[in-house]
């Protein structure tokens, strides 16, 4: 199975991104977490993503708050599918970093998540994966399913 690489802009934003290791975790998909930054150290995230499919990723995930800029200089070296997963700063509360990361040029797409959407993320990349993976999809289905009847329960319990 390929892995996830979950990409940080800094090493303060690994909280953020539990939901999306532990989700990974949950479906048995292995992953690795790196610190790189499109301002600090472009260029090892540069060689980082030019090496990924070659190191056994399927899909990066690319964390990161203020410019947001990592989802871009990753997709920018790959044509892996790269999933923003934009931060919420002081500032503008992650409004600034889901516009840095939404707004890619012709040719560099990059996928993007709700700010702070860590879950989604993971199950967004855990999703492409499954295209080549049947059991992975079936796990997702299974997945979905059991978050729809808890809210169909919740339904029941709450009517009157």
Request: hydrophobic share 55%.
């Given at each position: ?5 979950i ?19 949950s ?14 150290t472009?260029?090892e ?10 190191a056994?990723?399927?899909?990066l995930?690319?964390a990161?708050?203020m410019s947001a800029?990592?989802a ?6 790959t044509?892996l599918p ?9 500032a503008f ?7 840095s990361?939404v ?9 993007a998540?709700?700010v ?6 993971a ?7 499954s295209?080549s993976?049947?059991?992975?999809a079936?796990?997702l ?6 978050r ?5 329960e ?5 009517r009157?």
């Open positions: 199975m390929l892995s996830v690489a990409v940080l802009g800094s090493a303060h934003d690994a909280p953020h991104v539990k939901g999306a290791a532990d989700t990974l975790r479906l048995g998909i292995p992953f690795a977490a790196r610190v790189l930054s499109a301002h600090r472009p260029g995230a540069a060689a980082f993503a030019a090496g990924a499919a070659e056994g990723f399927g899909v995930i690319a990161a708050g800029a990592l871009g200089t990753l997709a920018a070296h044509t790269v999933i923003g997963l934009p931060l919420a700063g002081a509360g992650g409004m600034d970093s889901l516009l990361t707004q890619m040029p012709p040719g560099i797409p990059v996928a998540v709700a702070g959407g860590a879950e989604n993320a199950l967004l990349a855990a999703g492409i994966l295209l993976d049947p059991a992975l079936a796990h289905a299974e997945r979905r399913k059991a729809r009847d808890a809210v169909l919740a339904d029941r319990a709450i009157l």
